[in-house]
């Protein structure tokens, strides 16, 4: 089974200060990895796919890089709106879908 | 722009079906994978199936025994069934669809989410 670790769990930054999420995974995955961001209440948003691919209208502060079993995605200068759960998702192996636990990002 | 709405009971008692259908507008569903998943309060994500247009359906293994996932193009809908609930199935249930053409996954259009809580 495919394990999906999420580092830190809670990651305490100022606004405007650089973040920096790592996601681990057991097997490698090529660069078959989704970021998402999840508010209170509210579905989880595609931030980042194919590893590095922003998705459609989300602000170039976002970065995804990363290959096979280590991926970061990388927020440049924190907005008020980016604090939030963020999760990692592979979608290479059996079975697909799997999500890491999740970091949060909370105001410093 | 794509949009999804799940509908269904918010309250099922233990050892009874829930059943959940999501309505799709904005789009058409041919050549796309519709998904379900979930969330239970507090925890993270979890994928629970994943449809394609033609009826090819995946489920994830730890749940493929109780569940059923289809879909009717014509409705522009899909629907969820998992059998036998208990109070470990209580979460906010999602639909969603992948980003691009026959892909399943990564999930970009999503519903709003329906909370199901299992209880007698």
């Known amino acids: 089974e495919i394990v999906m670790t999420q580092s830190p769990a809670t990651l305490s930054v100022s606004p405007g200060e650089r973040a920096t999420l790592s996601c681990r995974v057991s097997?490698?995955?090529?660069?078959?990895l989704a970021w998402y961001q999840q508010k209170p209440g509210q579905a989880p948003r595609l931030l980042i796919y194919?590893?590095?691919t922003r998705a459609t209208g989300i602000p170039a502060r976002f970065s995804g890089s990363g290959s096979g079993t280590e991926f970061t995605l990388t927020i440049s200068s924190l907005q008020s709106e980016d604090f939030a759960v963020y999760y990692c998702?592979?979608?290479?192996?059996?079975?697909?879908?799997?999500f890491g636990q999740g970091t949060k990002v909370e105001i410093k | 722009q794509v949009q999804l709405q799940e509908s269904g009971p918010g309250l099922v008692k233990p050892s009874e079906t829930l059943s959940l259908t999501c309505t799709v507008s904005?789009?058409?569903?041919?050549?796309?994978?519709w998904s379900w998943m979930r969330q239970a309060p507090g925890k993270g994500l979890e994928w629970i199936a994943y449809?394609?247009?033609?009826?090819?359906?995946n489920y994830n293994p730890s749940l493929e025994s109780r569940v059923t996932i289809s879909i009717d193009t014509s409705k522009n809908q899909f629907s969820l069934r998992l059998s036998s609930v208990t109070a470990a199935d209580t979460a906010v249930y999602y639909c969603?669809?992948?980003?691009?053409?026959?892909?399943?996954?990564?999930?970009?259009?999503w519903g709003q989410g329906t909370l199901v809580t299992v209880s007698s």
């Open positions: 969603a669809r992948g980003v691009e053409v026959a892909t399943p996954f990564p999930l970009h259009y």
């Open positions: 904005g789009g058409s569903m041919s050549n796309y994978y």
């Open positions: 449809i394609y247009y033609t009826g090819s359906t």
């Open positions: 097997q490698s995955v090529a660069t078959n």
């Open positions: 194919g590893a590095s």
């Open positions: 998702q592979q979608y290479n192996n059996w079975p697909p879908g799997t």
